[in-house]
């Protein structure tokens, strides 16, 4: 996979394939990243890119020309691809979303800075992702955490190729609990079933407490979801074994 990230800090978003699963997939040949500097395209002498908005206000507002004509750039670089603005305005960026792009043969990446893009050049944008309802100084961090989420979907980019699908949120459910040696830890000991053998006794462990994460902690995820009668169970029981009150008749 290409990405191009469309950027006023290149050295900034260079980092995220410096370290980690980023950088062994770009070892590995499965992931090239570039950092576009969106200054490149300025037309101004002094490289500017900003400007004052209509209307009035506080803030500059990224100007129209040097961002388009740094996704022109990207696209005459890797090919037809996919454009990403990364702001408080977009879409939740989800699991769904992740691998929904990991797909893509290459994405570009805009990180919007200031007030944000004058609006004529989100023409060119094929859709906007949040990290969530809050504000950042840019789009930089986003476009890290989206190539950090999205190398780990890429084949042969992880060390198990089981372990993104297990992640949180792959099947809708945050994650169960993981545990390591040693088997006793100040005064804790490891769940006697993940010492048993039985795969399947673990795997059905597993789930019930991933079901009673989710319930625990989001239970809007548990909300969107249709459980099945297995699943059902595994969460009553989970409820039952931890002395907690009955959820809601709409989850169970």
């Known amino acids: 996979m290409k990405i191009e990230i469309l950027t006023l800090f290149p050295e900034l978003v260079e980092q995220v394939v410096r370290f980690g699963i980023p950088r062994k997939a770009v070892e590995a040949g499965i992931l090239e990243l570039k950092a576009r500097d969106i200054r490149d395209y300025s037309e101004d002498r002094d490289r500017r890119v900003d400007d004052r908005p209509y209307g ?21 670089a890797i090919g037809e691809a996919r454009v990403i603005g990364l702001s408080p305005q977009g879409e939740p960026l989800t699991q769904d979303w992740v691998r929904r792009l990991a797909l893509e043969p290459g994405l570009i990446l805009l990180c919007g800075r200031y007030e944000g893009p004058d609006e004529r050049a989100m023409r060119a944008v094929d859709v906007e992702l949040s990290l969530g309802d809050f504000v950042l100084s840019g789009g930089e961090l986003p ?30 459910l945050l994650d169960h609990p993981h545990y390591t040696r040693p088997e006793h830890w100040r005064g804790e000991a490891v769940p006697e079933v993940l010492l048993s053998g039985d795969h399947a006794k673990v795997a059905r462990w597993r ?8 319930w625990l902690k989001r239970p809007d995820l548990l909300a969107g979801l249709e459980l099945n009668k297995e699943q059902t169970r595994l969460l009553r029981e989970f409820i039952a074994e931890a002395g907690l009150d009955s959820p809601d008749s709409d989850v169970l």
Do not use: C, Y
């Not at 506080?58 to 961002?67: H, K, N, R, S």
């Not at 084949?155 to 949180?168: F, I, R, T, V, Y």
């Open 56 to 76: 009035g206000g506080p803030g500059m507002v990224m100007e129209a020309e040097p961002l388009t004509a740094a996704i022109a750039a990207a696209k005459a």
């Open 143 to 172: 476009a890290m955490a989206l190539v950090d989420a999205i190398a780990r979907w890429l084949p042969g980019a992880l060390g198990h190729e089981q372990s993104a699908p297990n992640d949180s949120f792959a099947s809708g």
């Open 207 to 214: 789930l019930k407490q991933a079901l009673g994460a989710t």
